[in-house]
């Protein structure tokens, strides 16, 4: 079946405009996860959806990031006021569930977002 | 948040197996051991993951430490494909199981 999708795959943007940023997890995933990763380093956790909930928010780096998921399925990564630290690749990760031998998550390709 | 550490490189001859090794020396009794790898210009994909016991799968096996303070991805036999960051991962056990990622380690397979 269908893997996880993102779009756009590239984004340049200028300094202070606001981007949004799309994952649609795999059909009947109940979890959803979004990542950073800058240039040569790991993943860098930011938000985790459980339905249309978001129980953890810890990674979010500042109150310009905001997120949402509607209809336990498509997610929006937004953010505000874009700097040029914010330029990455956001990947959005969907599993099952959350826990447990269920908890594979399935990556995306990435949003890679490049801030002039 | 348990960590967990890896060599920033490797190298293998293709056709040759690859042992990956991993230190998690903070692993609690509950904490899984995934393994991902990331093939460049895409997100990461599973590769393999365990709690105790050693586990094998079509992509490659984990052979876990007895008293589980490290383990190591086992790839049977390279190909120039294997060629990726692998990384060795342990699930936070807040209530969200996020994965905190390391920065892995970097295989390059030689022709």
């Known amino acids: 079946g269908a893997g996880v999708s993102q779009s756009p795959s590239n984004k340049v943007t200028e300094k202070g405009k606001d981007v949004e940023l799309r994952c649609d997890p795999i059909?009947?995933?109940?979890?959803l996860y979004w990542y950073r990763q800058r240039l040569g380093q790991g993943l860098e956790f930011l938000i985790y959806?459980?339905?249309?909930?978001?129980?953890?928010k810890s990674g979010l780096p500042s109150d310009r990031f905001s997120a949402e998921r509607t209809g336990e399925s498509v997610s929006t990564l937004t953010i505000q006021r874009t700097q040029q630290e914010d330029s990455a690749v956001y990947l959005c990760?969907?599993?099952?569930?959350?826990?447990?031998?269920?908890?594979?998550?399935?990556f995306g390709p990435g949003t890679r977002l490049t801030v002039l | 948040d348990a960590k967990t550490t890896q060599p920033n490189s490797m190298e293998s001859n293709e056709e040759e197996p690859v042992h990956l090794p991993c230190n998690h020396s903070?692993?609690?009794?509950?904490?899984?051991i995934h393994w991902y790898r990331q093939l460049p210009s895409q997100g990461p994909e599973y590769v393999i993951h365990?709690?105790?016991s050693n586990v094998n799968n079509r992509m490659a096996s984990l052979a876990i430490a007895e008293d589980r303070k490290s383990s190591t991805l086992i790839l049977h036999r390279a190909t120039l494909r294997d060629a990726a960051v692998y990384y060795c991962?342990?699930?936070?056990?807040?209530?969200?199981?996020?994965?905190?990622f390391g920065t892995g380690t970097r295989l390059k397979v030689l022709a």
């Open positions: 990760a969907s599993s099952l569930a959350a826990g447990g031998w269920m908890d594979t998550q399935y």
């Open positions: 059909s009947g995933h109940t979890a």
């Open positions: 959806f459980q339905g249309n909930s978001a129980p953890d």
């Open positions: 903070t692993i609690s009794g509950t904490d899984y």
């Open positions: 365990g709690l105790t």
């Open positions: 991962i342990l699930r936070d056990k807040t209530g969200t199981y996020k994965y905190i």
